[in-house]
């Protein structure tokens, strides 16, 4: 899947009312302790997170760092991925991959963020799934 990026996507209900409630003073939001990429056979919607592969195929979310693009250090509104971000070798075929989300936790927990890859992937039996650095893009219009 390397070269794929993130198509626009949007912010979960969880984050967008976890926010709107730190800014304006209703509750004070806690930056979670870790991020970990999850990836999706089925299309999120901003109060669900999609179908991940089950963790029976070799699957699971794995963690990340972002930060803004250094030629985007005046104010942007985007974060890239700052390290490679490599799944595990699936163990049996996940399906079509159509979309990715960013979550507070290695499993469960909350989607945070998601959105449509640019390009499908059919993940089968060892196929590994690749992001390199900057190939993932968080970002607001």
């Known amino acids: 899947m390397s070269g794929t990026l993130l198509t626009y996507g949007a912010f979960s209900?969880?984050?967008?009312?976890?926010l709107l409630h730190h800014v304006f003073g209703a509750t004070a939001?806690?930056?979670?302790?870790?991020?970990?990429?999850a990836l999706y056979t089925t299309?999120?919607?901003?109060?669900?997170?999609?179908?991940?592969?089950?963790s029976t195929v070799g699957y699971a979310r794995v963690a990340a760092t972002f930060v803004a693009a250094p030629d985007q250090l005046d104010?942007?509104?985007?974060?890239?991925?700052?390290t490679v971000l490599q799944f595990p070798v699936a163990s049996d075929d996940w399906g079509i991959v159509t979309h990715c989300g960013v979550c507070d936790a290695a499993t469960a927990g909350n989607m945070l963020a998601w959105?449509?890859?640019?390009?499908?992937?059919?993940?089968?039996?060892?196929?590994?799934?690749?992001?390199?650095?900057?190939?993932?893009?968080?970002?607001l219009q």
Do not use: C, H
Not at 43 to 52: F, K, L, N, Q, Y
Not at 75 to 82: I, L, R
Not at 124 to 133: E, T
């Open 13 to 18: 209900d969880y984050l967008e009312k976890a």
């Open 29 to 37: 939001y806690t930056r979670p302790a870790g991020l970990w990429v």
């Open 43 to 54: 299309t999120p919607t901003d109060t669900a997170p999609g179908v991940e592969p089950v």
């Open 75 to 82: 104010g942007s509104s985007a974060m890239w991925n700052s």
């Open 115 to 139: 959105g449509q890859l640019a390009t499908q992937k059919q993940v089968d039996l060892g196929d590994a799934v690749r992001f390199a650095v900057n190939q993932l893009m968080i970002g």
